[in-house]
């Protein structure tokens, strides 16, 4: 099964309580929820981007951060996703 994205409120296999319906989504392999992207509200940071991914330490990537535009921040995190896969030896069936 490929990567999805989903809206955090559409998903209820999750731990993850929706920020903000509109603008909160999760990156899914299969059903192990690979990271999350929600427009940020807090004042530093209002309108922009942030993603993460959930579950995955230890390993030399990025996980985290906060960009301008929701389809650059699901770039970013699919992309760390990918790296994380490199490294662990891994791939999405």
Excluded: C
């Excluded at 981007?49 to 970013?76: C, F, K, R």
């Amino acid at each position: 099964m490929a990567l999805r994205w989903v809206k955090t409120p559409d998903y209820r296999d999750t731990v993850f309580e929706p920020a903000h319906p509109m603008d909160d989504w999760l990156l899914l392999s299969h059903k192990f929820v690979v990271g999350r992207v929600l427009r940020d509200r807090s004042a530093a940071q209002a309108g922009r981007y942030s993603w993460s991914l959930t579950g995955i330490h230890g390993a030399p990537i990025q996980n985290h951060g906060v960009v301008d535009m929701l389809e650059q921040a699901q770039a970013e995190l699919m992309a760390n996703w990918r790296r994380w896969q490199e490294w662990a030896g891994m791939r999405d069936d």
